[in-house]
């Protein structure tokens, strides 16, 4: 594993040259090539195979009919999740958005005289967690810029502040980017400061950070943030500490389909080793406002093709998440029956993807997330951040406990 993370050849995965017959009049794959390796790759998922680096080529090709993969992907999410569709009740807090880094593809930082630029007080964020109890909402997710003036106890502070008036709030919190600059800080290690954030009321990790892991991409699009290495090294050091972290894998930009395939088979390796990743979701890169907006965002199509191809390759984890604010409400909706069983949910003040230009509305009800998943067909589960059952009191929705992890069988 370490030496798939350290190296800037690319992994093989044990792949094997493979030659795809084309039709030289349109440079398309013949027909019958087609079928025959669908037919070969359907019997892997009937099986419970596991799927190559080649076969995820293979998914990937356009001349592959999308609805047949996202068929396939349909399969192994009923196998794996049975007819339900899961959401939380969730909100979002970006401490700050004044950041040392400027990667190509982000339109949420500021830099320290920016007029846009904001970093928030103990006042602001314990009125955000106030917002946040008195609807209900169970998670709050925590990821900002690195502010060059703020120290790392003010970042601890966010935690603790929250942790201290809200102990009912889970606080996934952190990418590896931010423990990462938390290292430099303290000048400590990984486990120091994730042990030390978790005594502040760290619950999990956040999947963001992760981009594209291959050199190839991430060079070119975030060169001077936490590398590929600090990314695994931060989650393998949470999984062992007992601490579950979810994934993610931001497509659409300069990346082709070696480099998504690539991505998607190291997050798979480390579950292997760890078995930490709750959920992966794949993120659909937005150009407005970045420093690469002559690029075209993914189209739908795309948006569900990666969707299912990551539910086939990423056969050890549990769940893969089709994130409303990015896909938009009928894209993921429709992602519910190509792989996905997770929507994510109420999302309040959601400001990295709508600063890139999103377009989807910045909070959506529960009462509507409901019935988004029951017009997909699928069975509406309210979770937790750890995929545990939440249960309402029908006369408070405020009030809330905890019930059986998640699937129940």
Same mark, same amino acid.
């Given at each position: 594993?370490? $030496?798939?993370?350290? %190296?800037?050849?690319?992994?093989?995965?044990?792949?094997?040259?493979?030659?795809?017959?084309?039709?030289?009049?349109?440079?398309?794959?013949?027909?019958?090539?087609?079928?025959?390796?669908?037919?070969?790759?359907?019997?892997?998922?009937?099986?419970? /195979?596991?799927?190559?680096?080649?076969?995820?080529?293979?998914?990937?090709?356009?001349?592959?009919?999308?609805?047949?993969?996202?068929?396939?992907?349909?399969?192994?999410?009923?196998?794996?999740?049975?007819?339900?569709?899961?959401? !939380?009740?969730?909100?979002?807090?970006?401490? %700050? =958005?004044?950041?040392?880094?400027?990667?190509?593809?982000?339109?949420?930082?500021?830099?320290?005289?920016?007029?846009?630029?904001?970093?928030?007080?103990?006042?602001?964020? @314990?009125?955000?967690?106030? /917002?946040?109890?008195?609807?209900?909402?169970?998670?709050?997710?925590?990821?900002?810029?690195?502010?060059?003036?703020?120290?790392?106890?003010?970042?601890?502070?966010?935690?603790?502040?929250?942790?201290? =008036?809200?102990?009912?709030?889970?606080?996934?919190?952190?990418?590896?980017?931010? @423990?990462?600059?938390?290292?430099?800080? +303290?000048? !400590? $290690? +990984?486990?120091?400061?994730?042990?030390?954030?978790?005594?502040?009321?760290?619950?999990?990790?956040?999947?963001?950070?992760?981009?594209?892991?291959?050199?190839?991409?991430?060079?070119?699009?975030?060169?001077?943030?936490?590398?590929?290495?600090?990314?695994?090294?931060?989650?393998? +050091?949470?999984?062992?500490?007992? @601490?579950?972290?979810?994934?993610?894998?931001?497509?659409?930009?300069?990346?082709?389909?070696?480099?998504?395939?690539?991505?998607?088979?190291?997050?798979?390796?480390?579950?292997?080793?760890?078995?930490?990743?709750?959920?992966?979701?794949?993120?659909?890169?937005?150009?407005? !406002?970045?420093?690469?907006?002559?690029?075209?965002?993914?189209?739908?199509?795309?948006?569900?093709? !990666?969707?299912?191809?990551?539910?086939?390759?990423?056969?050890?984890?549990?769940?893969?998440?089709?994130?409303?604010?990015?896909?938009? @409400?009928?894209?993921?909706? %429709?992602?519910?029956?190509?792989?996905?069983?997770?929507?994510?949910?109420?999302?309040?003040?959601?400001?990295?993807?709508?600063?890139?230009?999103?377009?989807?509305?910045?909070?959506?009800?529960?009462?509507?997330?409901?019935?988004?998943?029951?017009?997909?067909?699928?069975?509406?589960?309210?979770?937790?951040?750890?995929?545990?059952?939440?249960?309402?009191? &029908?006369?408070?929705? $405020? =009030?809330?406990?905890?019930?059986?992890?998640? &699937?129940?069988?």
């Amino acid at each position: 594993m370490e $030496s798939v993370l350290n %190296t800037n050849e690319p992994p093989s995965h044990g792949r094997k040259s493979i030659t795809f017959k084309v039709n030289p009049n349109t440079n398309q794959m013949i027909a019958t090539e087609i079928n025959a390796r669908l037919r070969t790759i359907r019997d892997k998922v009937e099986s419970q /195979e596991r799927l190559t680096m080649d076969d995820g080529l293979f998914l990937y090709q356009p001349d592959v009919p999308l609805h047949e993969v996202g068929e396939l992907a349909d399969l192994v999410r009923q196998r794996m999740n049975g007819n339900v569709a899961y959401y !939380n009740i969730n909100t979002h807090l970006n401490p %700050t =958005n004044v950041c040392v880094y400027r990667c190509r593809f982000c339109a949420f930082r500021a830099d320290l005289r920016d007029p846009k630029g904001y970093a928030m007080d103990d006042e602001q964020v @314990i009125a955000r967690g106030q /917002e946040a109890t008195d609807n209900g909402c169970t998670e709050m997710h925590i990821v900002g810029g690195l502010h060059h003036q703020r120290p790392y106890e003010w970042y601890r502070g966010v935690l603790s502040t929250l942790s201290e =008036n809200f102990p009912k709030l889970h606080l996934k919190a952190w990418t590896p980017v931010e @423990i990462n600059w938390f290292e430099f800080q +303290t000048k !400590n $290690s +990984t486990e120091w400061v994730m042990n030390d954030m978790r005594e502040a009321g760290l619950g999990s990790l956040p999947g963001g950070g992760a981009e594209i892991f291959h050199p190839e991409v991430r060079d070119e699009i975030c060169e001077h943030k936490a590398n590929t290495h600090a990314w695994f090294h931060t989650h393998r +050091t949470a999984h062992q500490l007992g @601490i579950r972290s979810n994934c993610t894998m931001l497509y659409g930009h300069i990346e082709k389909a070696y480099h998504r395939v690539d991505h998607l088979l190291r997050l798979r390796e480390l579950q292997d080793e760890t078995g930490g990743f709750q959920v992966f979701i794949p993120l659909a890169f937005h150009p407005e !406002n970045t420093k690469l907006s002559h690029l075209k965002k993914p189209s739908a199509l795309d948006d569900l093709r !990666n969707v299912a191809v990551s539910r086939l390759l990423l056969d050890n984890i549990q769940h893969i998440k089709a994130y409303w604010i990015m896909l938009g @409400i009928g894209t993921a909706q %429709t992602a519910l029956s190509y792989g996905a069983d997770d929507i994510d949910g109420t999302v309040r003040h959601e400001l990295i993807y709508h600063d890139a230009g999103a377009t989807t509305p910045e909070f959506l009800s529960v009462d509507r997330i409901r019935e988004l998943i029951i017009e997909a067909g699928r069975v509406p589960v309210e979770r937790n951040t750890i995929y545990q059952e939440v249960i309402r009191d &029908p006369n408070d929705f $405020s =009030n809330w406990s905890i019930g059986e992890t998640l &699937p129940v069988s």
